[in-house]
């Protein structure tokens, strides 16, 4: 019977673990917050490899023991019995079933050296760190004879994976409390689930990251910033029919893997996948992350190696024409020096198109020309390397020169400082082809000024990346921003691809003149520049205006009556009605397809269906910057449907909301700090939105007491400064009753024992006694108030949590909408207003210069000379 019931309770435990519906960014909070907590002062850079590797054994675990389950059994049983009842006895079922497994998967992972064994004997407090050090032993010998084992092979090398590094505890008891901790980090994971839908990739993309972010400058040698990866791999995943993919800096890896989510599923599947890495750690680090995003190891071919002494890859038959792909992507080390210790010719076959080496200070276009060599004829290379490029002489000139002369540059990016942890220099994406027709012009970008502040770093935002790709894929030339440079130019230019030579930044001060001055009035040019409202409402315009003399007016109005009449014309709201019409029409065709997702793979396609279409809508409409409205879609997406998408694909949309989850809140801190249960929460709808929504009387009524406890609050606090003050009659009264530091110093309370006391020996006739009365009287109905409060906030609480398993239908609809969509139209109609109210503010401003003119300055300087003469005069000298 107890067995039974063990049983019955594992089952439960384990329905429950699964819906409780864990998404990416709770997994991405959770890691990194225990790789905090748990690192110590390690280095950054130095424990990912500790965390990351650890993280992969797991997911070679979880799945040898998912292949295993569908080639054994279709019960549905828990991961301990599957460990227990048949894993366990798989030796005795010959090999096989190993080789099966080999066949399957590549792999295998023995049942004593499973991750789950490990936390089994953590459990059972016989947990040792060499049973860990030679499961990961046993995997490289396990793959040793496989087809594909150079994808794992040395993955967990000493070198990489050290457990017995004094870093992770200065003796074997502190590495083993350390290295259990870490294993526990992931042990109610499952990475097969998670896989699904790149869940768990994404997950460990961004561990990357955030290691990228605290290793500072060691973060160069494994990641590209996400931003950047996303404008280089939207770029390449353009190209047509794209079957191979190659990065020669590989690193991560994330670069490869940004193209990949950019293909269509189709695409994705026939990509194959090519790569170098110099450095041992992070060639281990790249193979982990793609095999975790789903890339099978016989569409991967990952080599250790250094790219510029070793070309790689190579056709052992064709010598020197090299492998070509379709896509080469690239973020090579800058401007590294003595990149050539391999003394490598102009005869090499990469380097012959240049005619010259790049110097040995720079290998800047080294790398470049590398990654053009093994460009296929009709591909796409997109590369990023620091400004110089650009603009260098001497033999980089030479090299550049012989490219735009080839018309190999199709575009030039250049891109904010700043944008990665390891420098803080401006950097440019080239996009080179080599089918281009010699007349092609090279479109330059200058997206320089395209970004905000976060923290320390200067990053894109997702309408800027977007306006990269999409001025990259229309090749339209915008004032300020793009330019079409014809090989006229450029040579005109001595094939000098600095931006500022072919994009003047646009100088948003405007011009003062010299007659307007002098005399006043707004010049007509200046008016004629006011394009959105000479558009719009120009006969509003007109009547505002009053002309002072050819080409100058006055306005006859205040700016701020202009303003209304501007913005309340019925062609203005007409335009902003028309607007929120469509945005509603675009909301309610997309609601129905988000509530639907029953599949991971199904959000990211309907999120960028989602982005396409609102620039597709706002194109309709004259003078409003589309990508603000792509960035408004954008976040609601990061903010809160990513998030939610995830938990509708693993349940439904009604079933999620109605889902009650315990909310788990942080106390403590430091190494007291822990994790409490406060009461359940719906998995989609916020509490405080279901009590603004649905409880609002009973919100209302605490608001208000509140304010009558800030009024009495307050009313205390001018009785506590009062009684600071001598000689005031509250300073007689209260001063024994406020709370006293050890210098008999009053501070800001009152000291409700010493009050009561005061009011007993106080004569009851006094004025003392009816100030003490007060104060009393206040801190009472301060009480009462407080009590209240609190009693309401729980009630509320608790109906809010009653109420999420009650919810209808029509209640989840209209919470949801608020949340996600709740003032999307109001921002988008603000689009319209956007550039008027701009234009109306230059119109204030050039008001405002040119109202006092020369002469009415010189009329007000004589009348205050003339004051300053006839106070003088009235002045009496004494003696």
Not at 202 to 210: C, H, K
Not at 488 to 498: C, D, F, G, P, V
Not at 629 to 651: F, R
């Amino acid at each position: 019977m107890k067995n039974k019931q063990s049983h019955c309770y594992a089952k439960v435990n384990e329905l429950m673990r699964l819906y409780v519906v864990i998404t990416s960014e709770e997994i991405k909070s959770r890691l990194w917050d225990g790789a905090n907590e748990l690192r110590g002062s390690m280095d950054a850079s130095r424990y990912k490899d500790y965390m990351l590797g650890l993280m992969f054994y797991k997911f070679l675990s979880d799945k040898t023991l998912a292949a295993f389950k569908t080639m054994t059994t279709r019960d549905e049983i828990t991961e301990s019995e599957l460990i227990a009842n048949y894993y366990n006895g798989m030796a005795q079922r010959g090999p096989q079933l190993e080789s099966m497994l080999q066949r399957t998967l590549g792999y295998y992972v023995l049942p004593q050296h499973l991750y789950q064994t490990w936390i089994a004997d953590i459990n059972k407090g016989n947990f040792e760190v060499q049973k860990v050090i030679d499961s990961l032993n046993h995997f490289e010998r396990s793959i040793a004879n496989s087809k594909d084992a150079d994808d794992f092979k040395h993955l967990f090398s000493h070198s990489t994976l050290d457990l017995t590094d004094t870093a992770l505890g200065s003796n074997l008891h502190e590495r083993s409390k350390n290295i259990k901790a870490l294993i526990l980090l992931f042990a109610d994971l499952d990475m097969v689930a998670l896989q699904k839908g790149d869940v768990l990739g994404d997950a460990y993309e961004y561990l990357i990251g955030q290691f990228a972010m605290e290793s500072g400058k060691k973060a160069g040698e494994f990641y590209t910033p996400r931003q950047v990866s996303e404008v280089m791999a939207q770029i390449a995943a353009k190209t047509p029919n794209i079957r191979s993919i190659y990065d020669p800096t590989v690193g991560s890896g994330s670069l490869l893997l940004t193209v990949k989510k950019h293909l269509t599923k189709q695409a994705q599947q026939s990509l194959t996948y090519y790569g170098q890495e110099k450095n041992t750690a992070t060639y281990n680090l790249v193979r982990m992350n793609l095999l975790l995003h789903e890339v099978k190891p016989n569409k991967m071919t990952i080599k250790n190696g250094d790219t510029l002494a070793h070309d790689w890859p190579e056709d052992p038959a064709r010598p020197s024409e090299g492998v070509q792909f379709d896509a080469v992507v690239m973020n090579p080390p800058y401007s590294v020096k003595n990149w050539n210790r391999a003394g490598l010719k102009v005869s090499d076959p990469r380097f012959e198109i240049a005619g010259v080496l790049p110097p040995d200070s720079k290998g800047d276009f080294a790398f470049l020309l590398h990654g053009l060599f093994h460009l296929g004829q009709s591909g796409t290379m997109a590369i990023v390397l620091p400004h110089g490029i650009l603009f260098r002489g001497a033999a980089e000139g030479e090299i550049r020169k012989r490219l735009l002369e080839k018309n190999y540059i199709d575009t030039v990016i250049g891109l904010p400082s700043n944008l990665f942890t390891n420098t803080g220099i401006p950097v440019v994406v080239l996009v080179l082809k080599k089918n281009r027709q010699l007349t092609d012009p090279v479109l330059i970008i200058d997206a320089s000024n395209a970004f905000i502040k976060v923290g320390k770093q200067n990053v894109l935002q997702e309408k800027d990346i977007a306006k990269i790709v999409d001025t990259y894929v229309s090749r339209q030339a915008q004032a300020g921003y793009s330019h079409l440079a014809t090989r006229q130019e450029i040579i005109a230019n001595e094939y000098n691809l600095n931006i500022p030579r072919y994009i003047d930044a646009i100088d948003d001060d405007i011009a003062h003149d010299v007659e307007g001055h002098l005399l006043g009035g707004i010049p007509q040019h200046n008016i004629e520049q006011l394009a959105v409202i000479r558009a719009t409402t120009p006969d509003l315009l007109q009547l505002a205006l009053e002309p002072v003399r050819p080409q100058y007016f006055i306005l006859k109005e205040e700016i701020s009556q202009l303003s209304a009449k501007i913005l309340n014309d019925e062609r203005v709201r007409q335009q902003s009605e028309q607007l929120a019409k469509q945005t509603q029409a675009y909301i309610d065709r997309y609601w129905s397809q988000i509530i639907a997702i029953n599949d991971p793979e199904q959000i990211h396609p309907l999120m960028e269906a989602m982005l396409n279409d609102i620039k597709s809508l706002l194109a309709s409409f004259n003078h409003l910057d589309i990508y603000d409205g792509y960035q408004i879609i954008a976040e609601i997406w990061q903010n809160a449907l990513l998030h939610d998408s995830e938990i509708i694909a693993a349940t439904n949309f009604y079933t999620a909301a109605r889902n009650r989850v315990p909310n788990m809140v942080s106390k403590g801190s430091g190494a007291k700090k822990r994790l409490e249960q406060d009461g359940f929460i719906s998995s989609l709808i916020p509490s405080e939105l279901i009590a603004r929504e649905l409880y609002a009387d009973e919100l209302t009524n605490i608001d208000n007491n509140k304010q009558q406890i800030q009024t009495l609050e307050s009313e205390l606090t001018d009785l506590v400064d009062a009684a600071k003050v001598e000689d005031s009659p509250e300073y007689d009264a209260l001063y024994e009753s406020l709370k006293k530091n050890d210098d008999d110093e009053p501070l800001d309370t009152f000291d409700n024992k010493k009050l009561k006391q005061e009011l007993k020996e106080t004569p009851k006739d006094t004025e003392a006694y009816l100030i003490l009365k007060k104060v009393d009287k206040l801190i009472s109905q301060k009480s009462t108030l407080s009590k209240q409060v609190k009693a309401d906030e729980l009630a509320l609480k608790e109906a809010v949590q009653e109420r999420i398993l009650n919810l209808t239908d029509q209640e989840i609809d209209r919470l949801m909408s608020k949340k996600w969509f709740g003032n999307t139209i109001a921002l988008l109609s603000e689009l319209i207003e956007k550039p008027i109210k701009a234009e109306l503010k230059t119109l204030q401003m050039l008001n405002e210069r040119y109202q006092d003119t020369l002469t009415s300055i010189d009329k007000e300087i004589e009348q205050l000379e003339t004051e300053l003469q006839a106070m003088m005069q009235d002045l009496v000298v004494t003696q």
